[in-house]
């Protein structure tokens, strides 16, 4: 599975911004798909994951109500909507998939197979 992450930008602080993760090479059916950053001298940190069946979706607690993770099917895409968005926000995302991940394991990044480029979030104050 490869993995393209887009819909990284600049925006002001209190703005928005839909990232979205495209798989090629096969569907993302059976595999869950997180989505992780990075920020400058910081360790990687998970944001959220939707789970490959159910479409379950978990947070990192401090940004649950502002990202929203939603598959779309059709599209074979999984996306990334960020709102209120804070400086502290900035960071390089990336999305990752995996399958039989379990529901404790979502939020470590070694439980992912395939990994997106990552694309890059600048959120100013």
């Known amino acids: 599975v490869q993995l393209q992450a887009s819909g990284g930008g600049l925006v002001q602080a209190g703005g928005s911004l839909r990232l979205s993760c495209a798989a090629s090479?096969?569907?993302?059916?059976?595999?869950?798909v997180g989505w992780f950053r990075q920020a400058p001298g910081k360790e990687r940190e998970f944001v959220g994951a939707?789970?490959?069946?159910?479409?379950?979706?978990v947070y990192q607690d401090s940004l649950k109500g502002r990202f929203t993770i939603s598959r779309d099917a059709s599209k074979n895409t999984v996306s990334l909507q960020m709102n209120s968005l804070k400086p502290e926000d900035t960071a390089v995302y990336y999305c990752?998939?995996?399958?039989?991940?379990?529901?404790?394991?979502?939020?470590?990044?070694?439980?992912?197979?395939?990994w997106g480029q990552g694309t890059q979030v600048t959120v100013s104050s």
């Open positions: 990752a998939a995996g399958s039989r991940i379990i529901y404790s394991a979502l939020g470590v990044p070694s439980s992912y197979d395939y």
């Open positions: 090479g096969r569907t993302f059916s059976g595999y869950s």
């Open positions: 939707i789970r490959a069946t159910g479409g379950t979706t």
